[in-house]
């Protein structure tokens, strides 16, 4: 069993930033063999891909759209994921969450994502 939680999530003008950390928590967590992925979801839409991170490996993937403004770093040793997102829109608001994928390479599919945290919500005023 994995646990994720999310937070660093609130309330800020565009054009501000944040930083979204993601703790894990397990006993059985394996840097060796997962993946994990940042995701959001905007009211009335569906769950979205940010961007992933193969445990292994180094480099991220990101979305497209999110190259530029979204950037998925980790601290190793204390087991964390961070996205930092730079420049916010209005159009970001959402619950942001993060997923552990046991044995992945980093899907872009919510659905292939075992763990999830609750979620940290970013809002962005105009």
């Known amino acids: 069993q994995v646990q994720v939680a999310e937070s660093g999530g609130g309330l800020v003008q565009a054009g501000g930033s944040l930083r979204l950390s993601c703790t894990i928590s397990?006993?059985?967590?394996?840097?060796?063999?997962?993946?994990m992925g940042w995701f959001r979801q905007a009211p009335g839409k569906e769950r979205e891909v940010l961007g992933t991170?193969?445990?292994?490996?180094?480099?991220?993937d990101y979305r497209d759209s999110m190259k530029g403004r979204f950037t998925i770093s980790r601290d190793d040793a204390n087991k964390i994921l961070y996205l930092q997102i730079n420049n916010l829109e209005p159009e970001d608001t959402a619950v942001y969450y993060c997923?552990?994928?046991?044995?992945?390479?980093?899907?872009?599919?919510?659905?292939?994502?075992?763990?999830w945290g609750q979620g940290t919500q970013v809002t962005v005023s105009s």
């Open positions: 997923a552990d994928q046991p044995h992945g390479r980093g899907s872009r599919l919510p659905s292939d994502y075992t763990y």
């Open positions: 991170i193969d445990w292994r490996g180094r480099n991220p």
């Open positions: 397990s006993l059985t967590f394996d840097t060796n063999s997962c993946a």
